[in-house]
Antibody, heavy 121, light 107 residues
Framework: EVQLVESGGDLVQPGRSLRLSCTASGFTFGDYAMSWFRQAPGKGLEWVGFIRSKTYGGTTEYAASVKGRFTISRDDSKSIAYLQMDSLRTEDTAMYYC????????????WGQGTLVTVSS | DIQMTQSPSSLSASVGDRVTITCRASQDISNCLAWFQQKPGKAPKSLIYAASSLQSGVPSKFSGSGSGTDFTLTISSLQPEDFATYYCQQYNSYPLTFGGGTKVEIK
């Protein structure tokens, strides 16, 4: 069974940094692209970005709202995907979810339970 | 960016009703359309990909159709566990974008 467990969410001041982790199990992590989404309180879903598998270069794509501030990386030896968030803004306050991607083009088939990031002074 | 427009934004229905939600893309996305279900306080759950293919384990009361710019999600006989918010999402091009959601409530 695929399991994705996010961690690292916290209350942080504007301008600070935070790193989220997504620990995966139940599948061969290194074979799959992984993505991050977020959902602000009471709002809809927003794609943050994703990272391809090493087979496809391990390259990344980002939403314009986070490009240059957020970085997605992966450690295949630990089955973990990371979301490094720098220069945080109050509008980054949200529940952050990681997802497993499959298919071509990529679509989502499994979601974690999320981790809450609150950006406030 | 491709805009995804869902309608209605909310609906009230009774147990046993057939429910249809529509999603329109601002440009042709072929069949690169997924549907998700989200219950309050829970993570989204993937229902459908490629416009009409059911994710593993999703009951057949859910069905999707459409291609190009117009898509529908149908729940054939609404059950209590189906009351939730439903989102469509295109994955034809980046950035990946979602519809605004349709909240299905009990009448």
């Amino acid at each position: 069974e695929v399991q994705l467990v996010e961690s690292g969410g916290d209350l942080v001041q504007p301008g600070r940094s935070l790193r989220l982790s997504c620990t995966a199990s139940g599948f061969t992590f290194g074979d799959y692209a992984m993505s991050w989404f977020r959902q602000a309180p009471g709002k809809g879903l927003e794609w943050v970005g994703f990272i391809r598998s090493k087979t496809y270069g391990g390259t990344t794509e980002y939403a314009a709202s986070v490009k240059g501030r957020f970085t997605i990386s992966r450690d295949d030896s630990k089955s973990i995907a990371y979301l490094q968030m720098d220069s945080l803004r109050t509008e980054d306050t949200a529940m952050y979810y990681c997802t497993k991607l499959t298919g071509n083009p990529y679509y989502f088939d499994s979601w974690g339970q999320g981790t809450l990031v609150t950006v406030s002074s | 960016d491709i805009q995804m427009t869902q309608s209605p934004s909310s609906l009230s229905a009774s147990v046993g009703d057939r429910v249809t939600i529509t999603c329109r893309a601002s440009q042709d996305i072929s069949n690169c359309l997924a549907w998700f279900q989200q219950k309050p306080g829970k993570a989204p759950k993937s229902l459908i990909y490629a416009a009409s293919s059911l994710q593993s384990g999703v009951p057949s009361k859910f069905s999707g159709s459409g291609s190009g710019t117009d898509f529908t999600l149908t729940i054939s006989s609404l059950q209590p566990e189906d009351f939730a918010t439903y989102y469509c999402q295109q994955y034809n091009s980046y950035p990946l974008t979602f519809g605004g959601g349709t909240k299905v409530e009990i009448k």
